[in-house]
């Protein structure tokens, strides 16, 4: 899996992340939710969606130029770190996506395409049998200060995250599989050995160690990002983070260029160069806004779209926004509890799994699991907009998605026996106050979540596990601190609710493997490095293969649950009238609608956002 994201971009450039488009007429029409509470159906049976189109076209006569209004919904300062190789959170990719630029795009499949049919900035060829990757850039991609995108660029966004004084969290599993990466990444080398450029400086042959099945897959493996190295190849890499060079004055070679950027805006204005056409719109803002003033704001006409509304809130805007269509669609994404099991060793690249944590025990992990009704919280905290999920993998990949697992459906009864078994005994008479460790001492577990939910449901999760006998004292952070303390294993920590946007690669390695900064757990066992290694090895070419490693993977993360999943989600994102067409970033193969659907492409057909139908 890879992070998109959610960690994935709300708006890049026509080859593919938001692209705006398709067929349908919209106004802000009621939509009654599908969903039911669904835990006497079969996995394989339940129904995970709620009846929205996930695309909209609205007509009507263009007016000149205009600035599109986006709504960014956080409850944070953002970083504003405006790179592909050092952005770590949602937040940022979102902000920065309409001056990225894309050097490829994904077909119908989610494949790696590239060329002028999908208007991407580079084209991609293949050699399975010699283990290669070309990549080659077009002519006319100019980055935001004139000078020419080149596959140098790509060779460069290689190097900063191999660098040995890279502190990002990009380096990992994917990146070791290019020949020469590790002796670059350990100092024995002064280039990567498996980069090599062509005479012209427009193409970039990369040299793997091993052809895994997933390479062909948008973000399976193949780092196709460009970074400017005559903007960044000054800055040691290890201040690259805090430099203005990606806080202030970041270059792309997407549709927009920044202007400016504030704690609050981030302010765009059109690329006139840009290799697909200028903008049709004079620019783009995309401004910060609380949860809790989304919809108000909505309804004042201030945003001609908000992405990733709040599904707590769904009830204020169910029965629609006047002036707005509403659209959605079940993301590739999961919420997840996790559980800290070890440190990450910068040194070594790899997690230090440690059997003696304080929530080592599986039994205790899958007791607080099997202690959640997941089924009644999504319909009381989210009103059917989410779902119970049953595996670390979102029904979206059909193909790999293993429907015989049921995942920790409610069963207290259960939580309390495997509490039991485990030798966690009660302080008291069973069923009074809480347990004690196995040491007879009494049993603390601290658990941390992002601030922006309200805090009826954390206290849900408190009073859930209080039922089976565990003290559990939670702790709200904002976003930033909240991810600076799970990356860096902050001291104190027990469980911290997340959740992943997987992309469209579903490898897990990328998210629970031991050479990934992003496994937040740091678990790792000889048992489970070997069905991530079936998962990616040579006879995973064969799709039943690969099918079975994806289910035996399943079945043995559910069983030891370093991490268990708790929901799967409806991504819901508000449509001004006034904007022509929009489609949601998770449809595939739109890259070659790029002439009518990119987002340099977007025309307004008013003055201000519609508030009226």
């Known amino acids: ?91 940022d990719s979102t902000l920065m996506g309409p001056m990225l630029g894309s050097l490829l795009a994904e077909d119908e499949n989610y494949q790696l395409v590239g060329g002028e049919e999908y208007g991407t900035a580079a ?11 070309t990549l080659t850039v077009r002519d006319g991609v100019t980055w935001h200060d004139g000078e020419p995108l080149t596959a140098n660029d790509i060779v460069f966004a290689h190097e900063l995250v191999g660098h040995p004084d890279y502190r990002g969290v990009r380096y990992g599993d994917d990146l070791m599989n290019v020949v020469g990466m590790e002796e670059y990444h350990n100092g024995e080398a002064d280039t990567i050995s498996g980069l090599t450029l062509s005479d012209d400086n427009m193409s970039v042959t990369i040299e793997y160690k091993e052809f895994n099945p997933n390479m062909r897959s948008s973000g399976g493996g193949i780092y196709a990002y460009a970074e400017p190295r005559h903007h960044l ?42 290799y697909l056409g200028a903008p049709k719109v004079d620019g783009m803002v995309l401004s910060r806004i609380s949860k809790n003033n989304v919809v108000s704001s909505l309804s004042s006409g201030q945003f001609d779209w908000v992405r990733g509304m709040p599904l707590d809130m769904y009830e204020s805007y169910q029965d629609g926004i006047p002036g707005y269509t509403t659209l959605g669609h079940l993301d590739n994404y999961y919420g997840y509890t996790g559980f800290k099991l070890g440190e990450w060793n910068a040194d070594e690249g790899k997690v230090n799994y440690n059997p003696d944590a304080k929530m080592a025990d599986k039994n205790l992990r899958k007791a607080m699991a099997h202690a959640l009704n997941i089924d009644e919280m999504v319909q009381s905290f989210y009103h059917g907009t989410r779902f119970r999920a049953t595996t670390m993998l979102p029904p979206t990949f059909a193909q790999y998605f293993n429907e015989d697992i049921e995942g920790f459906p409610y069963d207290v009864d259960k939580a309390n026996q495997l509490l039991d078994e485990a030798g966690y005994e009660w302080e008291g008479e069973p069923g009074e106050g809480y347990r004690l460790d196995k040491d007879g001492n009494p049993l603390k577990i601290k658990m941390i979540a992002m601030t922006g939910a309200d805090e009826s449901l954390f206290l849900f999760y408190q009073q859930s596990w209080a039922a089976i006998g565990l003290d559990v004292q939670y702790e709200l952070l ?76 399943q079945e043995f993360f559910m069983e030891e649950a370093p991490v268990f999943p708790t929901v799967w989600t409806t991504n ?42």
Request: proline fraction near 4%; charged fraction near 25%.
């Open 1 to 91: 899996m890879k992070l998109s994201k959610k960690h994935a971009f709300l708006a890049t450039t026509a080859s593919l992340t938001l692209l705006l488009a398709a067929c349908g007429a919209g106004g802000g029409a009621s939509q009654e939710s599908t969903a039911e509470v669904q835990e006497d159906v079969p996995v394989g049976e339940r129904d995970y969606s709620i009846g929205y189109e996930d695309h909209v076209i609205n007509e009507g006569e263009p007016i000149e130029g205009g600035e599109l209004q986006v709504g960014v919904v956080t409850e944070s300062a953002w970083k504003g770190v405006f790179s592909i190789t050092h952005y770590q959170d949602s937040v």
């Open 233 to 274: 190849e000054d800055v040691p890499v290890d201040k690259i983070e805090a430099s203005d060079e990606v806080r202030v004055n970041p270059l792309g070679f997407g549709p927009f260029k920044v202007k400016s950027i504030s704690d609050t805006a981030v302010q765009y204005e059109a690329y006139d160069d840009y």
């Open 478 to 553: 904002e976003m930033n601190a909240f991810y600076d303390d799970v990356l860096n294993d902050a001291e104190g920590i027990d469980v911290f609710l997340g959740a992943w946007g997987v992309g469209h690669d579903p490898t897990p390695h990328g998210l629970y493997g031991p050479h990934s900064a992003f496994n937040y757990s740091r678990y790792e066992s000889e048992e489970h490095n070997e069905l991530l290694a079936n998962i990616q090895s040579a006879e995973a070419h064969d799709l039943e293969y690969r099918t079975e490693a994806f289910h035996k993977w």
């Open 123 to 133: 084209d991609i060829a293949i050699d399975e049998e010699a283990k290669t990757v």
């Open 572 to 613: 819901l994102t508000l449509v001004n009238n006034r904007v022509s067409a929009y489609v949601h970033s998770n449809k595939p193969g739109m890259g070659k609608e790029h002439e009518t659907y990119g987002l340099h492409n977007i025309e307004l057909l008013a003055d201000q956002p519609m508030t009226t139908e």
